[in-house]
């Protein structure tokens, strides 16, 4: 691609990504854009808008020692030196070729922002998570992906950008000894907390950090999942969940349900509706604090610190004073 028509693209793209106040207009209707691109090949993968800060020409790269293979090196953007990583090469795929040629998409996960090198933008499209499926087994590149949908009948592939991160950069799981030693002033009798996440690599790091409460977790995948199990839970228990399942720690991005909309769904339930919900997201911004008002979270937290989550839940633990039933 040329010079002058790469230029164009990627500031088409930057005025797209401009508008936050569309975006948030979503916010639990179960509905997500998502930017389309491509890596070494003519497959389509796609990326969530909301993690997606600019999409840009491949600047120059500056070669650092001893760098992660898959980072193909830094590029100095606004002031800021940002590291590339090859999604290509990321995700088992050969080496993006033509470097200069290519683009970049700068994102912001888990508190820290990178660049991803990949082989072309597409655009950006409008769908409901309902529409976004759970990868199939045995693909070879499963293991990188955290869901697949279909585009004009070919199939878009929805990379686990947190299990990428994870294998540059390991995630420290363990909870510091003084937020283990905060006591927890409810008895834990017939106490469950659940855990909804998408990303295999995300729901381990939750559950070593929570394991620490010494309190039975309950995992599942997506939000329709939780929804099910809740709803299961209130007809096992006659009534109200609160009691049983005081706190929820949900992932946003989820396929068939998204987070959003699984606490919207929560709240508008009289037999769920006093369950907490703390979400729990790779999905960082300033706009976040008020979508979470808007679906009636109880609480914000950006992936991935263990204090702060294990934190948060015996908050609530400690501020709701809940009695458990005792068989």
């Known amino acids: ?15 797209i990504l401009d508008s936050v106040n569309q975006r948030t207009q ?31 020409p491949c600047p120059r790269l500056t070669s650092i020692p001893r760098r992660n293979r898959l980072v193909r090196g830094v590029a100095h953007i606004r002031g800021q030196a940002i590291s590339i990583i090859d ?22 996960y ?9 082989g072309g933008v597409d655009r ?40 990428i991160l994870a294998d540059i950069t390991p995630v420290n799981t363990d909870v510091s000894d003084e937020v283990k030693n905060q006591p927890i002033n409810v008895s834990k009798d017939n106490l469950t907390i659940l855990i909804t996440d998408d990303s295999a690599v995300a729901r381990g790091q939750i559950k070593r950090a929570l394991e620490s409460l010494e309190i039975p ?12 199990w809740l709803k299961e839970k209130a007809q096992e228990v006659s009534g109200d969940v609160h009691p049983h399942v005081p706190v929820i720690v949900s ?32 999905l960082s911004g300033v706009f976040n604090q008020a979508m979470v008002k808007k679906v009636g979270a109880d609480d914000f937290i950006a992936k991935f610190h263990p204090d702060e989550l294990a934190s948060a839940v015996k908050k609530w633990l400690n501020e709701e004073n809940i009695v458990a039933d005792v068989d």
């Open 124 to 163: 950006i499209i409008n769908i409901n998570w309902e529409n976004i499926m759970p990868p199939p087994k045995g693909t070879g590149r499963d293991a990188y992906l955290t869901a697949v949908t279909e585009i004009e009948e070919k199939l878009v592939e929805i990379i686990d950008v947190e299990r």
């Open 251 to 282: 992932d946003v991005e989820m396929p068939v349900m998204d987070g959003y909309t699984l606490t919207a769904e929560i709240k508008a339930d009289p037999q769920l509706a006093a369950v907490r919900v703390i979400l729990h997201t790779s």
């Open 26 to 56: 979503m916010v639990g209707q179960n509905r997500l854009e998502l930017l389309l691109f491509r890596l070494a090949g003519n497959q389509r993968f796609g990326i969530n808008v909301f993690k997606v800060r600019e999409v840009l």
């Open 87 to 108: 999604l290509s090469m990321a995700t088992g795929g050969p080496a993006i070729t033509d470097v200069e040629n290519r683009f970049i998409i700068i994102a912001e």
């Open 110 to 118: 888990n508190r820290t922002v990178q660049g991803f090198l990949v």
């Open 217 to 228: 977790l309950e995992v599942k995948k997506n939000g329709k999942e939780a929804l099910d």
């Open 1 to 15: 691609m040329p010079a002058h028509e790469a230029r164009q693209t990627g500031a088409h793209m930057a005025s």
